[in-house]
């Protein structure tokens, strides 16, 4: 080990910071959230470094740096550009026994900066002994994905309720077991949810011995529309911790690999006309499952709140008093539109953008068609297949031109994806002429010729894929 990681307890001490330009204010601007009070000396000093300064009840010496300018300080940052300064500064402060940081250069530095998380109170540090900052700057990056954002809440958690575990269990082997018991549940699974006040609840009836109700919970979770890319950092976390997945035929294969791997897997998926499970059986489903005790993940296809009958699902789970998270994913629209180069908006063809089920009841009259011709706006047709010949007709007698730009996305974001484009006049034949097939996502609107103009941007994603 060529450094001993350290963490310094800066709050309220000196430090002095030799340089006012760039760099300075970014070192010092760590300083200042670590609580130190700053000193800075250079001939001239960005302002936002003088605020900065300020703030942390420092002070700035508008000179040329001087030994004394050491006193009192027990950390010293050399961070201009004037290499034997920064040497005078390092070797000043060697002598005086003050660790000593200087930017860019580690033979003259006693101290580093690591590539830093910052879940405060938790604070985890990487750092190659400056052999390979951008290495440790990608292992920051991993890291920053993968532990939440509020992680250090749990901390705060902790910290509240350290003294009382304490006092219950003098054994240092039990409280270890009742903290990692409750890191690894339901209390930090509210926690890092936003549901500190239920969090709190939580841990205060385990520490006072109450036995804690079947702790069985539903997460409804959006999988995004194919590209496992796409999920979110709470989906992932959640589909990890589950116990059983319930998932739809839109979810693709490459996403239910990333769930748990000894997590139970069920398949309730649905094709149109020929219902696999009935929306009822899969409701009560995930009633029983859940007061059996177990984590829940319902996974579905892009948003559970579109078009994907989530609503309907909650309200189940509410009726029984079952607890419930629902994450939302990036819907079938978004993704598939950006991955064929087709915004849905534009400020000079779309102002609104409108998501329309095309899975019609009774054949040609439940849709709004009057609404649905306005100019100016994008439509998108979820499920609009079967009824296409349907649609395009009834766009056009009500008076969308039949040379309005449309297109169909097939299996979108995935490596499958198929795009072709024509007009309102023509989609059906385009459908059967390249034997286009569900998933399809149907998107109408002036909004489709752009993508002629972003003709490169699908080569760029397919390099993505
Ligand atoms: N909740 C989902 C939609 C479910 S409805 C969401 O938010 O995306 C099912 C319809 O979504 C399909 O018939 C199809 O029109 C569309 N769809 C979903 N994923 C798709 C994909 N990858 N490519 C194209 N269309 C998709």
Redesign the pocket.
């Known amino acids: 080990m060529n450094y001993l990681p350290l963490f310094h307890n800066l709050r309220g001490r000196r430090v002095l910071v030799v340089g006012g330009g760039e760099i300075a204010l970014r070192k010092s601007r760590l300083l200042a959230e670590a609580g130190a009070v700053l000193r800075v000396v250079a001939p001239q000093v960005e302002t936002q470094l003088r605020e900065l300064v300020q703030g942390s009840g420092g002070e700035v010496l508008l000179r040329g740096y001087q030994e004394a300018d050491l006193d009192g300080c027990v950390l010293v940052i050399a961070a201009t550009d004037d290499e034997p300064l920064n040497a005078q500064v390092s070797s000043d402060a060697t002598g005086r026994c003050v660790p000593v940081n200087v930017v860019d250069a580690p033979a003259l530095c006693s101290v580093i900066f690591p590539a830093i998380v910052d879940r405060s109170p938790l604070v985890i540090a990487v750092s190659s002994g400056g052999d390979a900052p951008v290495l440790a700057r990608l292992i920051r990056a991993k890291l920053e994905t993968w532990i939440p954002s509020t992680y250090g809440h749990l901390a705060g958690l902790a910290a509240r309720f350290r003294h009382q575990v304490k006092g219950l269990f003098p054994d240092v082997q039990q409280r270890r077991a009742f903290w990692e018991d409750v890191f690894q549940g339901p209390i930090a699974d509210r926690q890092l949810a936003g549901q500190g006040a239920e969090a709190e609840r939580l841990l205060l009836a385990k520490i006072n011995g109450e036995a804690p109700r079947a702790g069985g919970e539903v997460y409804l979770v ?1 999988a995004g ?2 590209d496992p890319d796409l999920l979110t950092f709470r989906a992932l976390r959640l589909m990890q911790q589950a116990d059983v997945v319930l998932y739809d035929r ?1 979810v693709a294969p490459a996403i239910l690999d990333l769930c748990r791997r000894d997590a139970e897997r069920v398949y309730v998926g649905k094709r149109r006309a020929e219902h696999a499970v009935p929306q009822e059986q899969i409701n009560q489903q995930l009633v029983d499952l859940a007061l059996q005790g177990k984590r829940v993940v319902r996974l ?5 709140f ?3 009958r989530g609503g309907e699902e909650i309200e189940e789970l509410a009726a029984h008093g079952i607890p419930f998270q629902v994450v939302p ?1 990036i ?3 978004s ?2 539109a950006a991955y064929a180069g087709i915004p849905l908006t534009h400020r000079d063809y779309a102002q609104s953008v409108r998501f329309v089920t095309g899975h019609l009841k009774d054949g040609s009259t439940d849709l709004p068609w009057g609404d649905l011709v306005a100019p100016g706006q994008t439509l998108v ?5 079967v009824g296409l010949p349907i649609i395009c007709e009834q766009l056009i007698g009500h008076g969308r031109s039949a040379d309005t730009p449309a297109a169909l ?6 490596v499958n994806q198929r795009v072709f484009t024509g007009t309102l006049g023509n989609l059906p034949e385009l459908v059967a002429e390249h034997e286009v097939h ?4 149907v998107i109408v609107g002036e909004v489709v010729q752009l993508r002629e103009k972003l003709a490169w941007f699908e080569g760029a994603q397919a390099q993505v894929l």
């Not at 579905?300 to 559970?304: I, M, N």
């Not at 047709?381 to 297949?385: S, V």
């Not at 569900?438 to 996502?441: D, E, G, H, S, V």
Request: contains cysteine.
């Open positions: 959006g529309p194919g839109l579905k296809g892009g948003d559970p579109i078009f994907g994913g819907t079938a629209a993704g598939c047709f979820y499920m609009g297949l996305i097939q299996q979108g974001t995935t569900a998933p399809t996502l």
